[in-house]
């Protein structure tokens, strides 16, 4: 299972951006998605969370700003990031766990993408 990440860029304090992820191959079922955000030097951390039925968690530190969403039809979430900050800035990266068609479960990563905050 592939995962395509697209979305990131350079976006000014207070502005917003929108990431999208999308899952392919042979896919039975997905689990759970969600957005992860590493900075040079720190762990990979959890921003947002979402299972199959809707249920959300987000990081402390992006609640009411930020929001994950799924099309379960398309394999695809897709976080918006609004208010964005400074300290915002990091390598962006989706994540999937569930079930192929046939085989052992998966957890596969999308290749990243950067989103930059800065005036």
């Known amino acids: 299972v592939q995962l395509q990440a697209s979305g990131g860029g350079l976006v000014q304090p207070g502005g917003s951006l929108r990431l999208s992820c999308a899952a392919s191959g042979s896919i039975f079922s997905i689990n759970v998605m969600g957005w992860y955000r590493q900075t040079p030097g720190n762990k990979r951390e959890l921003v947002a969370g979402?299972?199959?039925?809707?249920?959300?968690n987000y990081a402390d530190s992006v609640k009411g700003r930020f929001t994950i969403s799924r099309d379960n039809a398309k394999n695809t979430v897709y976080l918006q990031m609004n208010s964005l900050k400074p300290e915002d800035t990091a390598v962006y990266y989706c994540n999937a766990f569930g079930y192929p068609d046939s085989g052992s479960p998966f957890g596969s990563w999308g290749q990243g993408t950067q989103v930059t905050v800065s005036s």
């Open positions: 979402i299972s199959s039925g809707g249920f959300t």
